[in-house]
Structure formats: structure tokens, C-alpha cells
């Protein structure tokens, strides 16, 4: 069965200080991955997808994610934090219903907090 | 226009109320989602519309009733809630998928409805 696991349930760092929230996944297929963030008491926001290609993806507010197949890792960066930042991070895998459609497994979140 | 749209904010309602949330895109997309979201947990999904047409229930209960009257609105009738029924609710779109085609399309999210249910 399809999975996304993120293994920090809470991550804090300093402001300026590098960044990588780690995505493990299981999937039978050739995957497809999202890194969405979310506000408190707000929607979600896609930050960056990998359909295929170019393993090094970019995303929006300066995040990157590289895709790993051999480690089924999908890791999300940042070379350096800002307090807006702070947020809930989810890894998501899109998976197939009856051949035809699509929909998004999420994994349960890393919380950022971000020290000034 | 890439924004999703939900109406109320926040809901507070009782147990034997009937209310209504409801969703709006123009972004052309042909798929709507509805998802529930509890404090510190994922989204879990609940209906997904693909052209119009309700294609994945997620064995919600019946006193959650969607309908899409168009390809640009999706509502979600609530009747009989649970106070275990407060949540986050979120409405998403994306591309829409036909049996072949690509099936996997990035979803945009609305900023969501809050709902308490006394």
C-alpha cells in the first residue's frame, strides 16, 4: 500500500540556519511528490512538485526538494530559514484510484518552529 | 485566477442545525475535492467530483452530503453533526483526469472553513 512517513514530528531551528525536512514513501510506481505548507487555521500551499526529470526540484520562498528513488526519499530544503517560515510541512504522494483517478496520500506533518 | 475560494470562515452550529460550506475555483479545473482536517493530523479525504460526477466517497457519513452544481462550485450540506465533526474542512480543485490520461494532478487548496459543532 502506498505511504508517506515523515519521521520529525517537530523540528526547531535558528533563523538563518539551513533546513531539511526528511520524506520517505512507498510506492509501487513511478512516483509522484508534493511538499505542501500550511499556516495555522489556513489552507495548504504547494511549495514544489516531481513528476519526473530533473531529480533537484525548486520550489517557491527558496525551498528545493531532491528526489531519491534508491532511498524512496523525497527531502525538502532550505539554505536558510526565515521566522515566516514556521509552519506545518507535508510530504504527499499522488496515487491512482481505478486507473484513472488521482489523489494525494499525506504524511502527518513536521511542525517548524523557528528560533530568532 | 489561481485562488480557491470558501465561504463561511467559521461555522458554529448545533446538532440538529442544517448548514451549507461552500467552494469556488476558475481556475477550469474539472476535479473538486473536499477534505477534513483535525488539529495536528493530515487532511483526510472525503468526496472527490471529477467532471461533475461524485467518484470517491470515502465512506463519509450520510449526514455529509456534497453536491457540484457546476464545474466551478462544490457545497457541503451538513445536517445532524457530531461535536467530533469540528474540524478544519478544505476544498481543493485540480486538473481533471479521464480514464488513460495523466492521473495525478497537483491539488490547490481554499483557506478552509472552521467548524464547531456545539
Known amino acids: 500500500a502506498q505511504s508517506v512517513t515523515q519521521p520529525d514530528i517537530h523540528i526547531t531551528v535558528s533563523e538563518g540556519a539551513s533546513l531539511e525536512l526528511r520524506c520517505n514513501y512507498s510506492?509501487?510506481?513511478?512516483?509522484?511528490l508534493f511538499w505542501y505548507v500550511q499556516s495555522p487555521g489556513q489552507g495548504l500551499q504547494l511549495l514544489l512538485k516531481y513528476f519526473s526529470g530533473d531529480t533537484l526540484v525548486q520550489g517557491i520562498k527558496g525551498f528545493e526538494a531532491e528526489f531519491k528513488r534508491s532511498q524512496s526519499s523525497f527531502n525538502l530544503r532550505k539554505p536558510s530559514v526565515h521566522w515566516s517560515d514556521a509552519a506545518e510541512y507535508f510530504c504527499a504522494v499522488g496515487t491512482y484510484y481505478g486507473g484513472s483517478q488521482g489523489n494525494l496520500i499525506f504524511g502527518k506533518g513536521t511542525k517548524l518552529s523557528v528560533k530568532p | 485566477d489561481t485562488e480557491v475560494t470558501q465561504t463561511p470562515k467559521h461555522l458554529v452550529m448545533g446538532m440538529t442545525n442544517k448548514k451549507s460550506l461552500k467552494c469556488e475555483q476558475h481556475m477550469g479545473h474539472r476535479a473538486m475535492y473536499w477534505y477534513k482536517q483535525k488539529a495536528k493530523k493530515p487532511p483526510e479525504l472525503m468526496f472527490v467530483?471529477?467532471?461533475?460526477?461524485?467518484?470517491i466517497n470515502e465512506s463519509v457519513p450520510s449526514r455529509f452530503s456534497p453536491e457540484c452544481p457546476n464545474s466551478s462550485l462544490l457545497n457541503l450540506h451538513l445536517h445532524a453533526l457530531q461535536p467530533e465533526d469540528s474540524a478544519l474542512y478544505l476544498c481543493?480543485?485540480?486538473?481533471?483526469?479521464?480514464?488513460?490520461?495523466?492521473?495525478?494532478?497537483?491539488?490547490?487548496f481554499g483557506p478552509g472553513t472552521r467548524l464547531t459543532v456545539l
Open positions: 510506492y509501487g510506481a513511478t512516483p509522484y
Open positions: 467530483y471529477s467532471y461533475e460526477k461524485l467518484s
Open positions: 481543493a480543485s485540480s486538473q481533471g483526469f479521464r480514464s488513460g490520461g495523466r492521473a495525478v494532478r497537483e491539488q490547490f
